[in-house]
């Protein structure tokens, strides 16, 4: 699973990644965190705001940092 976040560094993008993360490993998920702030690399998955989560590609979740069940439903 790839594991995608789209943001330019700011707090809340930081606090996506560690989320996606930490629900990631207590589901024991085989993942890789790939973060990505290059704007126009953003813009390629049609984001317009930030953060954004992607799995495998597709986009879940955008402008906001989803609570801990939310992520385990996203990434499950």
């Avoid at 490993?25 to 890789?32: A, I, R, T």
Wanted: aromatic content about 2%; overall charge negative.
């Amino acid at each position: 699973m790839k594991i995608q976040v789209l943001g330019t560094g700011c707090q809340k993008c930081t606090k996506l990644a560690e989320s996606a993360e930490a629900v990631a490993v207590e589901l024991g998920l085989d993942f890789e965190l790939e973060k990505i702030s290059d704007i126009n690399q953003i813009m390629a998955f049609g984001v317009m705001l930030t953060p954004a989560l992607a799995i495998d590609g597709e986009v879940k979740v955008v402008g906001k940092v989803p609570s801990a069940d939310e992520m385990k439903k996203l990434l499950q």
